[in-house]
């Protein structure tokens, strides 16, 4: 049983296009981390979010923790070739120890 | 960058062979976790541990095994490897439970033949 679904899967946009993508549960998480994997290295982190409802800005990306904690979000601001990657959300359940990872979403952007 | 290491990094085995993958950290971090990574997806978590001796089952635990007799290692072991266990490893620690980021290794790509 996967506990936190990405969507979408995969996304391939041009340049200059803005892009969100949704990491759900029915779980509730104490916190929630958004990775950016590269092919052949481990996922590196991109901003943990905490509180219900906790909006946080990096640059073009914004992220939002939802009210009940159960849902987060990753909206990209004209996007750029660089911002090709795997995006992952990962967190751990409230009241277990495991870190489980979002099922992943493939961003390629076009130049 | 946090002070964590895989080995092998590469490994090629037969089916039915034992392997062992190891992970090593010099953060004194109280959790770690070996998650497995197929292509194009997230990754799965395998086992995990929460200290010395403490273990516990992932979402795919079938046909591999863990041990952590002190707190710098945590040793996956595939008991008897299979064509399915063909995957990149990746070893991961977390300093506490709270909000806290993993560090990952460098990731192990096992092939078995």
């Known amino acids: 049983t996967q506990l936190l679904e990405q969507s979408p899967q995969f996304l391939s946009i041009q340049e200059g296009e803005n892009l969100t993508v949704y990491c759900n549960s029915s779980s509730v998480f104490s916190s929630l981390q958004w990775y950016r994997q590269e092919p052949g290295e481990g996922p590196v982190l991109l901003v943990t979010v905490v509180t219900g409802g906790e909006v946080k800005k990096l640059k073009r990306l914004t992220f939002q923790f939802g009210d009940a904690r159960k849902d987060s979000s990753l909206h990209i601001t004209a996007a750029q070739p660089g911002d090709t990657g795997l995006y992952l959300c990962a967190g751990y359940p409230s009241g277990t120890y495991k870190y489980i990872f979002g099922t992943g979403t493939r961003l390629k952007v076009l130049a | 960058d946090a002070g964590i290491t895989q080995s092998p990094r590469h490994k090629v085995t037969e089916t039915g062979t034992p392997v062992t993958l190891r992970c090593h950290q010099t953060?004194?971090?109280?959790?770690m976790y070996w998650y497995r990574q197929d292509p194009g997806h997230g990754l799965r978590l395998i086992h995990y541990s929460y200290g010395v001796k403490d273990t516990d089952k992932g979402e795919v635990s079938d046909g591999y095994s863990v041990s952590r007799s002190k707190t710098e290692d945590f040793l996956l072991t595939l008991e008897s490897a299979t064509s399915s266990q063909t995957s990149v490893y990746f070893c991961?620690?977390?300093?506490?439970?709270?909000?806290?980021?993993?560090?990952f290794g460098q990731g192990t790509r096992l092939t078995v033949v």
């Open positions: 953060e004194n971090h109280r959790y």
């Open positions: 991961a620690i977390r300093e506490d439970i709270q909000g806290t980021e993993a560090f």
